[in-house]
């Protein structure tokens, strides 16, 4: 048997620890590559349909207290604007920033609001990766997650591997389970599938103006729960703030006054954030939940998964944020991010 | 016109009206502007915002009508005519007081957001920062949900 000496042991050593370096290193290139690779789907998803002609068909599901909802929708995407319409009559078309709702009043153009511009990257807060491929509507696509610390996803997106077209958006609760999703179950894309959208000519619609700051008493920080304040403008009947994190928005609408509790729509349900008393609702396009507060009304709205609902309306609600986001607060509250 | 689309969009209508109204809404423009604009100005109406009364103002009106509490009552007792005519002064006195502070200092109004509205209003917002398709496609259940 050959002894080795020392010196040849220590030069082992050190060339398994180089390789193990190696190895750690490349692995972590390799997430951070498709770290990057994720974002820019994301990125890139948002300004697709834009660039591509196409009709198609989507499944809407959401849940509430009653189970599981679904609805059908037909869209048409073309000359810049999206049309989409509901089987039971409810129809949105949508001219970038003139979006019309059509309902049991007939068509309403809906309250200009400042542009949204300033946005979070898509991994300002989420770790975001690919998961492997999927197939929505006979269409090829990649699967992209937006991962909470704890190692849950909260988001689930299949982009459209041609065209960068999101296919199927499914927002996951903490146990993974599917609270929110839009689907394609058949899409048209491409030349033959160019389609006019019909405009509504002679719609007026007012302009909501923005707000360089939050009027005095109003209530809105810069950064809540880990989204970040993009605008905030004036409407006749209260001040709305909109929120992103990058993956998710929300939107905060503040009336002062004292909320008349009996006129609220039925459907919603009595619960306790932050020991304050809050109704709320689960609709197809969100979560959402009415309180007051301090002389303001409050009405919170967002896409996001409930338990990142609750913390930040629990965060609205006891007005209590941690001193980071104070700091921040401080720091970009003259500034402003709309 | 307008004060039949204000009666509509007070619920104050029979079926058979309201079911005319909206019939007549699906056909005219004109129609479907002037509810816009009845709506927007009732809105911008809820909208004015109220404030309190000024730090210590009731507790002013409070002691004011306390202290006129102390003549009015012996109005019901064996007094002098002098006394019956200030307890009229100070009961008018009283009473001015409460119709000032009514119309003058405005009370905090009763709230009710239209959550409807809201919830559009924030996919609206969100198409403009994100996919507009996934964003609003769930608006289009909703506003059919309404009906």
């Known amino acids: 048997m050959t002894r080795l000496r ?53 499944t809407v599901t959401w849940t509430t207290a009653n ?9 048409m995407n073309g000359d810049g604007a999206t049309a989409i319409t509901a089987s039971d009559g409810g129809e949105v078309i949508d001219e970038g920033r003139r979006t019309y709702l059509h309902d049991q009043l007939g068509w309403t153009g809906l309250v200009i609001e400042p542009s949204a511009r300033k946005i979070p990257p898509p991994d300002h807060r989420w770790k975001l990766a690919t998961a492997g491929a999927a197939t929505v509507a006979e269409r090829r696509g990649t699967v992209v997650l937006a991962t909470r610390s704890n ?18 958006r499914d927002v996951l609760g903490p146990k993974g389970n599917v609270q929110r999703s839009v689907r394609f179950t058949s899409i048209d ?35 809540l729960a880990g989204f970040q304040l993009v605008t905030r403008s004036r409407h006749p009947d209260g001040v709305l703030f909109f929120y992103s994190d990058g993956v998710f928005t929300a939107s905060v609408f503040e009336q002062q006054g004292d909320l008349d509790w009996s006129a609220l729509p039925s459907g919603g349900s009595d619960s306790q954030l932050a020991d304050t008393r809050t109704r709320t609702y689960n609709d197809p396009s969100g979560d959402v939940a009415v309180w007051e507060h301090d002389g303001l009304v409050l009405t919170c709205v967002t896409d996001a998964p409930s338990d990142v609902f609750a913390h930040m309306v629990g965060a609205l609600a006891s007005d209590e944020r941690s001193t980071a986001e104070q700091v921040v607060d401080f720091v970009l509250g003259p500034f402003g991010w709309g | 016109m307008n004060d039949v689309l204000s009666a509509y969009l007070d619920g104050e209508l029979s079926d058979a009206e ?17 509810l816009a604009e009845v709506r927007a100005a009732r809105d ?47 009961a008018s006195a009283a009473a001015v007081a409460a119709v000032v ?47």
């Open chain 1, 151 to 168: 190692g849950e996803p909260a988001q689930r997106l299949v982009v459209d591997d041609a065209t960068g077209v999101l296919l199927a």
């Open chain 1, 6 to 58: 020392p010196l040849t042991l220590a030069t082992s050593a050190s060339i398994a620890l180089a390789l193990v370096v190696a190895v750690a290193t490349s692995a972590g290139a390799g997430t951070d590559s498709d770290a990057k690779h994720a974002a820019r789907l994301v990125r890139d998803a948002r300004h697709a349909a834009a660039d591509h002609d196409f009709t198609g068909e989507a």
């Open chain 1, 189 to 223: 894309l491409g030349e033959d599938s160019l389609t006019h959208v019909g405009v509504r000519g002679g719609m007026r619609s007012r302009k909501a103006e923005p707000l360089a700051s939050a009027p005095d008493g109003y209530h809105a920080p810069s950064t």
């Open chain 2, 101 to 147: 502070a009514v119309i003058v200092v405005p009370h905090r109004n009763e709230v009710t957001p239209n959550v409807t509205a809201v919830i559009a209003q924030h996919g609206a917002q969100g198409s403009d920062s994100g996919d507009p398709v996934t964003v609003l496609a769930p608006v289009g259940p909703l506003a059919g949900f309404r009906r």
């Open chain 1, 67 to 75: 189970g599981m909802h679904r609805a059908s929708v037909r869209v």
């Open chain 2, 44 to 90: 911008a109406l809820r909208g004015i915002p109220s404030r309190d009364a000024p730090e210590g103002f009731w507790d002013a009106v409070f002691a004011r009508v306390e202290a006129d509490d102390d003549v009015v009552v012996p109005i019901t007792a064996a007094r002098s005519d002098r006394r019956r005519r200030w307890g009229w002064v100070a």
């Open chain 2, 18 to 34: 309201r079911a005319e109204v909206e019939a007549q809404l699906e056909r005219s423009a004109e129609w479907r502007t002037e």
